[in-house]
């Protein structure tokens, strides 16, 4: 029995030439392919972590690249950290072309808006009603907003795409791939009322 089962090993050995005696290195260039990726991607993280700035990962950023939520040393927005979008019509405009970007202005602030805003006519409103107005709107920097006095001025700076002439509700969503969710986004108004946008974004 013993005999019988050797030969049969034997033979299965003979047949499947075990053991294998002639071995190649053939992960050799697998190893030193994986080595080089390695150092590479190591550089590429000493580089971001020396030039670039991780906070950019995790807090949202304005059009001119500040932090919201964050101060530095050329800005404190600490208590703004929020991110806004200017017109959300110039946002559905570029997503309807297959665009992924909005190049509508991004402003940092406080909270998002809560209420329904748009500035109608001159004749729609008293002369002091026009203060509070100007106070209700979002512009791209207190510095913008500070110079606006009157309605004409408030008006220039809708035109020049420095303030906004009208903002909807909204609450935080997370945009990009981060743990914060501080983008004011109106996604439910968006959702509910595709038809009226399409109309407005035609004019």
């Known amino acids: ?18 053991p294998v005696t002639d071995r190649s290195p053939t992960d050799v ?24 700035d991780p906070r950019q990962i995790v807090y949202p950023t304005d ?32 997503l309807s072309t297959n665009k992924t970007q909005c190049p509508t202005p991004q ?26 107005l100007i106070n209700d709107t979002i512009c791209i920097s207190e510095n913008v907003k500070d110079g606006i006095k009157d309605y004409e001025g408030l008006n220039k700076a809708i035109l020049e795409g420095k303030c906004a002439s009208y903002y909807l509700p909204s609450s935080p969503r997370l945009i990009q791939s981060s743990n914060v969710d501080k983008t004011c986004q109106s996604c439910d108004f ?10 407005l974004s035609a004019f």
């Open 190 to 199: 968006l959702s509910q009322n595709y038809s009226l946008l399409f109309s």
């Open 107 to 132: 402003i940092c602030v406080d909270g998002c808006p809560k209420k329904y805003f748009a500035v109608g006519p001159e004749s729609q409103y008293e002369k002091s009603e026009i203060p509070r």
């Open 63 to 94: 059009s001119a690249g500040r932090l919201c939520g964050v101060k530095t040393k050329s800005y404190d927005f600490r208590n703004k950290p929020h991110l806004v979008f200017l017109d959300l019509i110039v946002c559905f405009q570029e």
């Open 29 to 52: 260039f697998c190893c030193f392919a994986f080595g080089i990726f390695v150092i590479v991607f190591g550089l590429v993280a000493i580089t971001a972590l020396c030039y670039g």
């Open 1 to 18: 029995m013993y005999s019988a089962l050797m030969t049969s090993e034997e033979e299965f050995r003979t047949k499947n030439r075990l």
